[in-house]
């Protein structure tokens, strides 16, 4: 599956972006997705994840509260609503996918199979 992320941005603090991800290729509602995201000079770490049908959501404990992650399987589309950003929000986000069978690893980098090529976001203070 192809994985293309977009809608990072600028944004100030306290402010609002919608990342999408929008798949290609294979069944896009076959696959568990996930966002990451790497800031400058840090490894690529968890962010959100969700299960192939939409059941069950999973968050990194610093932005529960203040992001979403949502799929529309009909439009091979997930999403990212990331509000009330903060200046350590800052990274490239990453989207992707895996199998939900393995799940219970969702926050490992090496579990997923597909990745997006990333999108920018910076939030200014």
């Known amino acids: 599956v192809q994985l293309q992320a977009s809608g990072g941005g600028l944004v100030q603090t306290g402010g609002s972006l919608r990342l999408s991800c929008a798949a290609s290729?294979?069944?896009?509602?076959?696959?568990?997705m996930a966002w990451f995201r790497q800031a400058p000079g840090k490894g690529r770490v968890f962010v959100a994840a969700?299960?192939?049908?939409?059941?069950?959501?999973y968050y990194v404990d610093s932005v529960k509260g203040r992001f979403t992650i949502s799929r529309d399987n009909a439009k091979n589309t997930v999403y990212l609503q990331m509000n009330s950003l903060k200046p350590e929000d800052t990274a490239v986000y990453y989207c992707?996918?895996?199998?939900?069978?393995?799940?219970?690893?969702?926050?490992?980098?090496?579990?997923?199979?597909?990745w997006g090529q990333g999108t920018q976001v910076t939030v200014s203070s």
């Open positions: 992707a996918a895996t199998y939900d069978s393995t799940m219970y690893y969702h926050t490992r980098v090496e579990i997923y199979c597909y």
């Open positions: 969700i299960r192939r049908n939409g059941s069950n959501t």
């Open positions: 290729g294979r069944t896009f509602s076959g696959y568990a």
